[in-house]
């Protein structure tokens, strides 16, 4: 028995410890997931994942009104990373992104910073350090996400990305030509 308790302090002690280490900064590292083919789409409402979804123009209107079942959203997301996909004709095996939605600009902004002190915060970004792409939902676009799947795409398929410049070239490109 006393064998046993001290067994059982062990087993409590490494508990406390490995969830010091796993615990989230705050309350916003909370996300919840929705898989899609290539990409985790992270988020911390239902709301947020409904605005994200109609601002991406996945929502339909139906007969019975406004169609905002959250399986629109990896329809409309797979559809946008078919598509850049094709129009680069890069599919890269390997390619799997998370998607992280921000409620507004200036939560985005908190995010941007940790990446960079300079230039402005854009209403999404990727980083192909963290194989994610962060997104303010208050102002995305259909083309503002081809865009930045598009970066994602490029990172994956060449073994050494090409220069900013050339990459930015190719992922406006594939924005401006994304439904055509
Ligand atoms: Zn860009």
């Not at 002690?13 to 490995?18: A, I, L, N, R, V």
């Not at 559809?79 to 850049?84: F, L, S």
């Not at 680069?88 to 939605?101: F, Q, V, W």
């Not at 910073?113 to 999404?124: E, L, V, W, Y």
Request: net charge negative.
């Amino acid at each position: 028995m006393k064998g046993h308790a001290a067994f059982l302090l062990i087993i409590t002690s490494f508990f406390s410890f490995s969830l010091l280490f796993t615990t989230p900064v705050s309350a916003a590292d909370d996300w919840k997931v929705f898989e899609a083919n290539c990409c985790s789409i992270k988020y911390q409402t239902d709301e947020h994942l409904r605005n994200f979804t109609f601002r991406i123009g996945g929502f339909k209107f139906t007969s019975e009104g406004l169609d905002d079942n959250p399986a629109n959203v990896k329809i409309k997301v797979d559809d946008v990373m078919g598509k850049v996909q094709s129009i680069l004709d890069m599919h890269p095996a390997d390619l799997h992104i998370s998607i992280l939605l921000y409620p507004d600009h200036s939560t985005l902004d908190r995010i941007f910073r940790q990446f960079t002190s300079t230039g402005n915060t854009p209403i999404a970004f990727y980083s192909h350090k963290t194989k994610s792409i962060y997104v303010d939902i208050s102002s995305v676009t259909d083309g503002v996400l081809g865009h930045e799947i598009a970066h994602a795409v490029i990172n994956f398929y060449f073994v050494t990305p090409p220069p900013a410049k050339m990459q930015e070239i190719l992922a406006q490109y594939v924005d401006l030509h994304l439904w055509d």
